[in-house]
Structure formats: C-alpha cells, structure tokens
C-alpha cells in the first residue's frame, strides 16, 4: 500500500466493517504473531501510555494506528489486567476529537485523583504548511470505564526558547502539589525536560527547566518519568541523536535513565552518568507505574522509531515488553522478570553437562514459546546458546571471556530487521560464570542477566520450522545447568 499524508491521517471512526475484517484476516494468518506479548490487533503500535494501576487494576494504553503498521493518526488503545500477565483488550481509549489534536494522540500518562484516572496527553496539529502545534491535555476515565474529555488543552503551547517538539507529559504528586514533566527539545536543539506544577490538575504553572547535568544530551528527550526505588530518585527518558560510544548507543533512538536527587524546590536533578537500559536492538519509550506493594513496574515499546519490521507486510507492528520490576544494586538500576510470570511456566525440561569444543542440539527444549534459565560456566574462549535455530537459520547468544564480552547475535536470525544498524550487540562483562534468564515468544527474545544486570531485547522473524535449541563450546570447555518451561497463551 502506498501511504499518503491522506491515509496516514484518518480516523478510526472511518474504518468500515469491510476493512476490519480484511485486516483481521491477513494479521491472523501472520506466523509472527506473539503469544504472551500485548500486541496490537492490527495496525501499528508504538509507546505504552497511562501505565496506571485503578480500581484494582493495571491499567495500560498504547499508541495506536489502526489502519497499517506505519506512523500516522494516534490514537489510544486500552488493554487491563490484574496480575500483569493476562491482559484483556479494552478496545480504543481515547481518540482525536478536537481541533487541537486533529493529527493525533500522543504519548502522556496516568495519575489517580478522587477516585478517578486522570489521564495526561500530547495534542499534535498540523497547520496547512505541516508543521507542528503541541498542546497538553487530559481526559477522565471514571470506575466504569467511561472517558470524559477536557475541550481545551492544559498547556496550550510550549514555552518561549523551545520548539514544538513538546510532548509526553509524566505527572506525579509530591505531598498536595500534583508536577508534570515534559520532554523537549531547545530553539538550539538540544534535550532536556520541563517542569509544571498544579495544585488541582487542571491549571498549570510553567517552572521552567529540570536543571541537570547534562546540557548538551541529544536533541529530544522523549517520555520522561521520574520515580523514586529505595529512595533514590531515578530520571529515565528517551534522549534522541545519541552518537554511538564503543558498544553504547548503537539503534537508532536509545532509552536510559540518571540516579540521583531531585530537589524540588529548586527544580534540579543532580546525578551520576546516563545508563542505558537495554543493550539489544528493540527497546525504547519505557513507562513505568508503582504497584500496590511498591515495586516500581516497567513497560517497554519492543520497538523503534524510523525502522520497518518484517511483520508490516501483515499488516500489523510492534508489540510491548515483559513487565519489570526496577530495583537498584551497586548504583545501577536492574531490571527482573515480575514474579507473576511464573504463573505462565507449563511443563518443565532439564538437562545438566558439559561439551568441550563441540554442539549439541537440545532435542526437548525446541520451541517457539517458552522461559529458559541458564547458568553456564565458560573455562576460557567461547560457549553459548544457538536459539530458534532451522536449516539456515539461529540466534546466538555467547559468551566470550577473551573479549569479556556477552554478544547477541541475529545476522542469520530469519527476516533481517535494520541492518544499517548492525546485526550484534554486545555488553562488558569480565566473569566466566553467567546466569541467564531468557523469555522466547513467536517473534521476540528477552534476555536478562545475572537478574537483570544487563538485558538484552531483540525482535526476530525466523520460519515457523526454526524451533530449536543448541549449546556449543568454541575451543573449550563449558559448564551447563539448564531449565526450560513452556509457555502457552
């Protein structure tokens, strides 16, 4: 299909039941279609937003282009669970419906007030010479489910000094007094976040900028969250136009976060370096939300912006992580699988060894839908996994002592995926020993290290036969102890 500024631009209301159901079709029939993923029923999906737990809960939306798996009208789409891991469809949450937001939904969040959800957005027009107008805006989800919208946005346009690449508002309380924080992008483009504050969240003041660190960090900061793990404040934001440092910024668009101290009288958040958060090639716009017994719980776009994936000929893109929780060691944010996923474990497979320069192909632990728990010691060279392996194709993931180095590899992974962009990615790592925790669905791996020191995501689209699993020893010899769960929907 060729994609007009006119079909990027429509709404959902103007789809007919034919085209739902050619759609639907043709998503149905993809052999990429995730199994424990939130996906998209079709079309496009992109950021998590409203991240929020109400009324017993979670509540999730995502960005949405119903019609294609490109990047057009947003809308919101609205999916809920109780425990994290099954998710009921909720259908469209919030659409395009004034003047303002005539070009779309963006990104926002979700906060709780008198018993309602408030739920914070970017409005996107643009005027008859395309360019930008960003506005803030909110509508209301009440306990049955019903959206009352605001008519008029919040925050009508960006500050003087900053252009119109204005948007992804984070709001949070601190004692009676209700912030927002916004990413944006300088008249001499560069990064950084804005701050509001109201005591009702309906009038805004403009504060001015975060102060940090980091004056010159990118161009954009896009969806920024602030929260607190272990009373330690944590800033985490997706900066846009990161050069790439050694094996540090390598996709795209890169997400990470600063630890540190927010002081909010002065407005300023003091902090140490910028950490990446995800050292695979799909990870971007995280959004997280507290949980009722306090974990700090992450959602990410399994995604990025400016790339085409082999699943668009089906008419549908994207999906979004696992569920995280966050915690802090050693002055690093780690991310671990939430607990509730063990729900999902089906039967269970084992096997304990050793090779020594050789493979060996795992006959019971083939698969496209399973949780692998690896630990394996390498005495010195290179051991590790082939996954989703076939006739000529395979996922590596190794490690290698003398590199110090753990390395994905998806050059012979199936469809290839931005390969201007590379086909490894690869993380310091300076032990022998490794323990590994690897979620496979249908087209995704998720890979955490030593609980969640480093993590690796990556989208794959091998065959529907490419379902096995290999261990292998390059000249040397390697320790095994491996468990298997399958998964099912």
Known sequence: MSWTRATR?????????????????IVNNSIWRQ???IQPPYGLLNDPNGFTFYQGKYHLF??????????????????????????????????????HESHGIFSGSGIVKDDLLYLFYTANKRDQDWNRESSQSFTVMDKHGKFTKQEEPVIPKQPEGYTANFRDPKVWKNDNIFYMIIGAERENHTGCVLIYKSVDLRNWSFEGEL????ENFGYMWECPDIFQIDGKDVLLLSPQ????????YQNVHNSGCF???LNIEEYSFQSGGFQELDAGFDFYAPQTTQAPDGRQILIGWMGLPDITYPADKDMWANCLTIPRELYIKNNKVYQSPVKELEEKRGSLTEWQGKLSKEEKYLENFSGKTYELVCNLKVEDGTGGLKLRTGKEEET??????????????????????????????????TDNKISLRIFVDTSSIEIFVNDGELVFTTRIFPQEESQGV???????????????????D
């Open 259 to 261: 630890i540190g101290s």
């Open 470 to 488: 290999k261990i292998f020893a390059d000249d040397t010899e390697v320790s095994w102890d491996m468990k298997k769960w399958e998964y099912g």
């Open 9 to 25: 631009y429509r709404h959902y209301c103007e789809m007919t039941e034919v085209e739902e159901q050619e759609l639907l079709e």
């Open 62 to 99: 995502y960005q949405w282009f119903p019609f294609g798996p490109v990047h057009g009208m947003k809308h919101w789409y609205h999916v809920e669970s109780e425990d994290l891991i099954h998710w009921q469809e909720k259908g469209l949450g919030i659409a395009p419906e004034y003047e």
């Open 35 to 37: 199994k424990f993923h």
């Open 211 to 214: 102060k940090t660190n980091f």
């Open 241 to 248: 136009g990161l050069e790439s440092e050694g094996d540090f």
């Open 396 to 429: 590596l993931l190794y490690l290698d002592t003398e590199l110090q180095k753990v390395v994905l590899d998806r050059s012979n992974s199936g469809e290839p995926v931005a390969v201007d962009y590379g086909t490894i990615r690869q993380a310091a790592y």
